[in-house]
């Protein structure tokens, strides 16, 4: 089962720039306490796993994206230092909640990100030409990699905007968030293995990290990207928008009721 979460999420990743995370959350709630991990721990142990299996997913694809001119790297280069110290601050944020509180976090999250989605407005179209940079895309990288660590992604659904709000085409966006969720997973997926209370999964695990889903993610999600980015460049702009708001509604209430 994990090896089919992660080529679904490796579609996602390529298709949306998150990663995939939400949709392994999700399942993975449901899924982890049939391999032992307890209940209470169930949402800890997703999200850590999510974290840590989007290292790779999003590095695969980025790469894709990166090959199609689609990363814009100096914008990159710049929000990564704020998105690693947010994953890692979000991380130990998380870990001081409960299951309860961990779930109404992440679908409230989910609700509000595919509503900005649908009615949120929209910088004029600049001609894709637009490289934001400087101190104030570290800060914004500090809030996202925060926030993306409680909630299990890389980011996408909050990159993406921005990055089009500053005036980033979409596909672009959707590429450069890719290259962005490899900080957040890294610094997001130490954190939760390091900050966890020592025994907090019985076996297999590193931290609040189950290995077996991790790993299982991993390998199928990095084969999978690259289609999900095929999809992205030949889906427009606004229609890619109207998916990810539908994607993360779904995956919002999933969370908040399931498990």
Request: hydrophobic share 55%.
């Amino acid at each position: 089962m994990f090896p089919l979460l992660g080529a679904i999420a490796g579609v996602l990743a390529g298709l949306l720039g998150i990663g995939g995370g939400l949709v392994l959350v999700a399942a993975l709630v449901w899924l982890l306490p049939l391999h032992g991990v307890p209940k209470d721990a169930a949402m800890h142990a997703a999200l850590a796993s999510s974290m840590a299996s989007i290292v790779l997913t999003a590095a695969s694809s980025a790469y894709a994206h990166h090959r199609r001119g689609s990363v814009l790297w100096p914008t990159v280069a710049w929000m990564v230092p704020g998105l690693l110290l947010g994953g890692w601050l979000g991380s130990l944020f998380a870990v001081q909640l409960d299951d309860r509180a961990l779930r109404i976090f992440v679908a409230g999250y989910c609700y509000l990100a595919a509503a900005q989605l649908v009615w949120g407005g929209t910088r004029a179209n600049t001609g894709g030409d637009a490289t934001p940079q400087g101190l104030p895309m570290s800060a914004a990288g500090v809030g996202i990699g925060a926030v993306s660590a409680v909630v299990g992604i890389g980011g996408g659904s909050m990159t993406v905007p921005l990055l089009v709000w500053r005036g980033v085409v979409p596909v672009r966006a959707v590429g450069t968030s890719s290259a962005c969720g490899i900080a957040i997973a890294v610094g997001s997926a130490l954190g939760y293995a390091l900050h966890a209370p020592a025994g907090a999964l019985p076996a297999h695990a590193i931290g609040y990290v189950y290995l077996p889903a991790a790993i299982g993610v991993a390998i199928t999600s990095v084969l999978a990207a690259p289609f999900g980015t095929r999809l992205a460049h030949a889906i427009s702009g606004k229609a890619l928008k109207r998916v990810f708001a539908a994607f993360l509604a779904l995956m919002g209430s999933s969370v908040l009721f399931g498990g």
